[in-house]
């Protein structure tokens, strides 16, 4: 997969829309435009089996959270902006 990526043109883009996950599986309804003459819709599925223990900020290199609870609070601003 990581090979696929990386021949792509730089005009290919996946914009992610949905993203649902339950139990081990993750679904991912988005979009890719310039893959095809025409935008596609697909459906990524995905088996979910990367965990791990979050780091304190105050140990992470470069002091950047693992996680910020204001992500999508400002990812929401930046859509309807």
């Known amino acids: 997969m990581q090979a696929l990526v990386a021949s792509l043109s730089q005009d290919v883009y996946y914009e992610p829309g949905l993203i ?3 139990g081990d599986f993750v679904a991912i ?3 890719i435009r310039g893959w095809a003459n025409v935008p596609q819709v697909v ?6 089996r990367r965990r791990q223990d979050e780091v304190p900020v ?3 290199r470069g002091g950047v959270p693992m996680f910020d609870p204001e992500e999508g609070t400002l990812q929401a601003q930046l859509a309807t902006s």
């Open 20 to 22: 649902v996950a339950e």
């Open 43 to 48: 459906i990524d599925l995905f088996p979910r």
């Open 58 to 60: 105050t140990a992470a």
């Open 29 to 31: 309804h988005g979009r």
